[in-house]
């Protein structure tokens, strides 16, 4: 089970750093962060391999974000920085048990949290 958290209203230009807290089975490996803006596809941001920390991420997020993880916690985080309007979206964690193939679609995961929403906006 995952539950996403730590998103909320931001002015352009500010910070936000989500959390995904892993509960139950901790059997998955690598856990994605996702957006969905209103009317749009759901958009893949970034994963972290729980093992060894091996990250990726999308253009849209090379640079502002920063996925990092604590596996003591079982949690996931998002630093989000010099956010802008067009990143307001319901923001989404992910996880996946196997490894291999694709990572950048949402049928690529198993498991969902419930969304968070970040709005940016002054």
């Known amino acids: 089970q995952l539950q996403a958290s730590g998103g909320g209203l931001v002015q352009p230009g500010g910070s936000l750093r989500l959390s995904c807290a892993a509960s139950g089975s901790s059997d998955y490996y690598a856990i994605g962060w996702f957006r969905q803006a209103l009317e749009k596809e759901r958009e893949w941001l970034s994963i972290?391999?729980?093992?060894?920390?091996?990250?990726w991420y999308a253009d849209s997020a090379k640079g502002r974000f920063t996925i990092t993880r604590d596996n003591a916690k079982s949690t996931v985080y998002l630093q989000m920085n010099s956010l802008k309007p067009e990143d307001t979206a319901v923001y989404y964690c992910?996880?996946?048990?196997?490894?291999?193939?694709?990572?950048?679609?949402?049928?690529?995961?198993?498991?969902w949290g419930q969304g968070t929403q970040v709005t940016v906006s002054s």
């Open positions: 992910s996880a996946r048990r196997i490894w291999g193939g694709s990572y950048t679609r949402p049928q690529d995961y198993e498991y």
């Open positions: 972290i391999t729980r093992k060894d920390g091996t990250t």
